[in-house]
Structures are given as structure tokens and as C-alpha cells.
């Protein structure tokens, strides 16, 4: 490949040649390509943790985010996002092999439309779709849609967070709408004063075989160093009334944006002294001490770094990359103990075309953690 790449054209062209990806592709992946072309390799001298296993490589699918859920046989499934072909793709949790597709392009029950972020909690599975503009809520393990919610607030959803709350659950959706394109055809980030709606909230009640679904309202901080100018991944810890929401707009800063649950702004980041390459996917690790780790995402196109964070003080604990996994957009962390994995294990998106496993005992042994209970 040429060390200097002439035009993002040119650009897109090569990567779709040298790394198998589709070369048709919308205005969003065009965009990706020509970022991800120019990002660097991880910023800090991660600690090299072994890579369990590796999912089948799928570069047609454009895989996203992920999720996991372990079914009454104790056998767990590993969901994935499939933006460009519209569905769900599941493998075995334990070994990474292939299992099913689910869905297909539609607006439908059980159909998708660009889905992205996904979530599961209980034996509920909670898909964003960008382009149908909604969250779709899955019963597993067959898949029937028990509830839809979104189209009348939702402008350009990209990620969520789920948490329980009162017998039901809240929904943080983050919505990357924008203010038109310009004459090259690129994105205009909406100004300061109009990103007060970057993060939708819902609350789900059961009734019947689904949920009441309510909207709670929308929020984001319009002060310079508060604003959430392009959002995806987000994360919440209740105990601690915080939530992580990573900034993805790699013009202004990679970095953390941490808000409280209500959505106001606490006047602190974290991870800028630490990340060049993309903040991205979150999630948290808890003990049952009360402490824990956020481990976050730093999207090399090389490598991927796992940038970990003390739960309480949100103090550097330090960072861990796996041989293969690069180019990371969504990250999951199964809690549950397995076979295979008796300490829980992180399952990370590999280059849009997959997925890797990495034994949380891997992790912790690589940054010497002390034990974690839940």
C-alpha cells in the first residue's frame, strides 16, 4: 500500500482491496475509511494479554457492537450488529464458532435497518437501528419482538446503555443528528447551542408480554468543554450516579465525557493524556467491594488498546492490547462465570468483520488487579 494516500477516494479504494472490506459503502463508512486510513496505532505501551479465540471473519457484514447472554442450559450466545446486511449475526460464547443470522433488512418486526448498538439485559436483547430511527427489544432466545420505541424523538441513534429501574429499565440512547452535509458531501456538526439532545432517555415498563414505553427526555451540555459533538458508546453505574460517554469526534479530542444520570455535565474527562487514536466502546467491570474498573476502547487501526480505569477515582490503571483485535468499535463483558471463562470474559469487535475473546483473568493477571467478587 502507498505510504501517502492521494484522496480519501483513493483511499477507500485500497483499504476495500487490501483488507477485504466491501467496496461499496455509504457516506458514514466512506467517512470511517478515510479516519481510520489516517489514525495512528494505540498512544501507550499496552500490556500484551492472549486472545481465547477468534470469531469467523465476516467483512460483508460490517460487524458493529456486541452483546452476550447465557441461556438455562448455561450455554452462552454472543450477538453481534451487522450494519451492512442488516441483521444479527450469533456465535457460541464459549468457542466463537458461527451459529445463526437473525433478521433481515426491513422495518418490521424482527427486521432491521442499519442496526448498531446492542445491549442485553435479563433475557431482553435492546438493538438500535440507525436508520429505522428506533430501538427494537428482543426476547430471548427466540427473538420476538416485544417492543419498538424511538421513531418520534430519535434522529440518527447510534448507541445505548441499559440499566433496571423499578421492576422495568431505563434506556440512555445516544443520537449523533447532524445539521445537513456540506458541498464534498461530509457531515456539519450542528453548533454548541443546539447539542442539547445528543443523549434520549426511556423508561420501560412491563405490561403484558412487552413494556410501556415512556420518554423521559433528552440532554446534553452545550458549554465548550461539556458538549457531546459526535456520540455512540456510553456506560452507566448507578451506585455512583455516573455515566461515560466517549467523544468520537477525533477534530476536538479522544476522550470521556463523564455526566451524571441525569444528564448534566460533571466537569470532568478522562482518557486525553492517554488515548490519539478513538475513544469507543465502554463498559464496566464491578466488585462486590463497591469497586471496579471501566474499561474503555481506543480504536487503533493497527491496535486496539483497553484503557482501564479505576471505578471510584476514574484514576489510569493502565491498559492491555491482544495480539490480532485492531480497528474496535463495540466492546462487552460477559459477567458470568463459564466454563471457559470462570472469571467472565471481554468480547471485543475486530475491524468490522468480527469478533475476539479476551479471559478477564488475562486482564487482571496482566495488570496485577487485585480480585474482583461480584
Known sequence: MPQRLISVAVSVLLLAACSGKPAVEDGEDRADRAREAARPATSIDAVAVPEAFATPMTPDDNIDSVASWTGADGNVLLLATAKATH????YDGGTGAFLRHVGGRGAGAGQFDRPN????????AFVVERDNRRVQVLRLPGMETVAEFGTDVLQLPYGLWVGKLDGGYEVYVTDAYMAGVDAAGDD????????????????????GDGFAVRHVGGFGDTSADG???????????PANNRLLIAEEDETYANEFKVYDLAGAFSGRTIGAEF???????????????????WITTEQGKGSTAFHLFARDT???????????????DGIWLHYAPTAQF???????????????AIDWREIASALDLPACTR
Request: aromatic fraction near 6%.
Open 87 to 90: 441483521r444479527l449475526v450469533v
Open 117 to 124: 448498538g446492542i445491549a442485553v439485559v435479563d433475557d431482553f
Open 188 to 207: 456539519i456538526l450542528p453548533p454548541l447551542q443546539e447539542l442539547g439532545r445528543r443523549v434520549q432517555r426511556f423508561a420501560l415498563s412491563p405490561r
Open 227 to 237: 458538549a457531546l459533538r459526535v456520540v455512540e458508546s456510553l456506560w452507566g453505574d
Open 275 to 293: 488515548l490519539q487514536a478513538q475513544a469507543e466502546g465502554i463498559v464496566l467491570k464491578t466488585c462486590a467491594d463497591g469497586g471496579g474498573w
Open 314 to 328: 476514574l484514576e489510569h490503571a493502565g491498559a492491555v492490547a491482544g495480539p490480532t483485535v485492531a480497528n474496535t
Open 342 to 356: 470462570p472469571d467472565g470474559v471481554l468480547y471485543a469487535v475486530h475491524d468490522d468483520q468480527g469478533a475476539v
